[in-house]
C-alpha cells in the first residue's frame, strides 16, 4: 500500500474552511484516497473518498490533482466539535489477498478553537 | 451509530484472568476486523475474517485469540495479557470485495486496562 505522509497537527478557528493535505507520491494507478476522522476514544467515521478531480458530500470535499501524488481534505466552515484526527489512507480494492487492508498512519490532529 | 456494538465498552482485568471482547455487526458484511490503538499510536490491524475464514494475522501475539462463528460475530479471547497490552480495541466490518476502496465501519472500542 501506498505510504501517505500529512501534517501531524492543524490549529483553526470556528467558522472557518480548514483544508488538510496528504501526500502520496508513490500511488498507484488502482489505488483509492480515502480519509477518515476520529475522535478520541471512538473508531475512525469514513468521511469521503476518491479517485481523482474533485468529491462532494455532504461533509467535506476532496480535491485530488491530476498527478494524484496528493491530496487534499477541505472541511467547510468547521465548529468546535471539528475537533479530532483525520486519516489519510490509499488503496486498492483489487489488490488480492489485502484488497481490503486499512493501513493508518498517525494522522493530522485538528484542534478547532471558538 | 454505524451499526457496530462492542462489549463490553470497559475492562480491567489482571495478567493471569481471561475475559473475551464481543463484536456485533448488523450491516449484512461479511468481513471483519480486530485492531488495536495504543496511547499515541496509529492504528494497528491485528486480524482479519473474510467470510468467517482468517486471511490476516499481523504477528498477533497467541494470549489474543480471534474466533469468528458467523459472518456478523467476531471475539477476541483474551489471556495472560501483560501491562503493555492496555489499549483500545476496536473491531470493523467492510463488504468485500469493496467496490471501490475502502469503507470499513468501526465499533465504539473497548477500553482495557491490564493491571
Known amino acids: 500500500l501506498a505510504k501517505t505522509t500529512q501534517p501531524i497537527s492543524m490549529d483553526s478557528y470556528e467558522g472557518q474552511e480548514v483544508n488538510i493535505t496528504c501526500s502520496h507520491n508513490n500511488i498507484a494507478t488502482n489505488d483509492y484516497i480515502t480519509w477518515y476522522q476520529q475522535f478520541p476514544s471512538q473508531g475512525p467515521r469514513f468521511i469521503i473518498q476518491g479517485y481523482k478531480t474533485k468529491v462532494t458530500n455532504e461533509v467535506a470535499s476532496l480535491f485530488i490533482p491530476a498527478d494524484r501524488k496528493s491530496s487534499t481534505l477541505s472541511l467547510p466552515r468547521v465548529s468546535l466539535s471539528d475537533t479530532a484526527v483525520y486519516y489519510c489512507?490509499?488503496?486498492?480494492?483489487?489488490?488480492?489477498?489485502?484488497?481490503?487492508?486499512?493501513?493508518f498512519g498517525k494522522g493530522t490532529l485538528l484542534t478547532v478553537n471558538p | 451509530e454505524t451499526g457496530v456494538t462492542q462489549t463490553p465498552r470497559h475492562l480491567v482485568m489482571g495478567m493471569t484472568n481471561k475475559k473475551s471482547l464481543k463484536c456485533e455487526q448488523h450491516?449484512?458484511?461479511?468481513?471483519m476486523y480486530w485492531y488495536k490503538q495504543s496511547a499515541k499510536k496509529p492504528l494497528e490491524l491485528m486480524f482479519v475474517y473474510n467470510f468467517k475464514e482468517q486471511t490476516e494475522n499481523n504477528s498477533v501475539p497467541s494470549r489474543f485469540s480471534p474466533e469468528c462463528p458467523n459472518s456478523s460475530h467476531l471475539f477476541l479471547h483474551l489471556h495472560t495479557l501483560q501491562p503493555e497490552d492496555s489499549a483500545l480495541y476496536l473491531c470493523a466490518s467492510s463488504q468485500v470485495p469493496a467496490q471501490t476502496g475502502y469503507e470499513q465501519y468501526f465499533g465504539p472500542g473497548t477500553r482495557l486496562t491490564v493491571t
Open positions: 450491516l449484512g458484511h461479511n468481513a
Open positions: 489512507l490509499v488503496g486498492d480494492s483489487n489488490s488480492g489477498g489485502s484488497n481490503y487492508k486499512l493501513t
